[in-house]
């Protein structure tokens, strides 16, 4: 038996899943706020908590925004600041009294996808999850590419491909540089997009819905996010060439990307044929807590 733990912000959700992947127990908890030590016993608890329930001592993965830098060990790029620069892996272990694995959202995602999802029997996966960020995780033949740098799949902080002059520089980004695919592909990318063209205050939901109720400004908006997805998703293709990406994150619910996406790309992929397919996700905002589970596999 295994069980994922997702550690979010706000909550922290812990699965225990069997060898076919059926869930057994599922559980939420609140994140103790801007508590380090309340974290790692909450956690602690959430284990013991599904244990008494699958009467077994099983593996534990956890899936956290951020990454353990090779270099220290501790935890660091979480959004949960209390968490980063601690030694987060070995400290849950010592209480746990088992050696556990951990890994960022975006390759649980992956992994989870690439697993028993949208990308099952997949050899290559890429997984990217855009949200109000843009994560991304590669996993190939089930395991998920680490890297010695932490970093792999990480394509959001990569510069927009084939920019056209009126993208340059690009919107600043918080990592410090301009022009980060993140910029112009998360949902507030979108908005920040919309607002430039129209002056108006939109959610990345609200743009969709405009743009199918007919209004041009919002579909032009969309169209525009379109063309720079599929440059984007074009850059990962020539480097990686995975069979399937699956999308992940709120945008991931825009039924029109698998459509319009692949039908751009091809002008900026270096091959007479794509057979990469771009998929919805199976579990969608279940796949972090459940790749967290499959990372012990
Ligand atoms: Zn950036």
Redesign the pocket.
Known sequence: MRIGIDLGGTKIEGIAIDNHGTEIVRHRIATPAGDYEATIRAIAGLVAYIEDITECTCSVGIGTPGALSPATGLLRNSNSVCMNDQPVKADIEKILKRDIRMSNDANCFALSEATDGAGKGAAVVFGVIIGTGTGGGIVVNGKVLTGPNAIAGEW??NPLPWSKQNELPGPN???G?QG?L??FLSGPGLSHDFYNASSEKKSAVEIVELAASGVQLAEDCLQRYEHRLARGLSHVINLLDPDVIVLGGGMSNVGRLYKNVPEIWGEFIFSDVVNTRLVSPMYGDSSGVRGAAWLNN
């Open positions: 959001g902080h980004c918080y990592c540089k980060c993140e910029t």
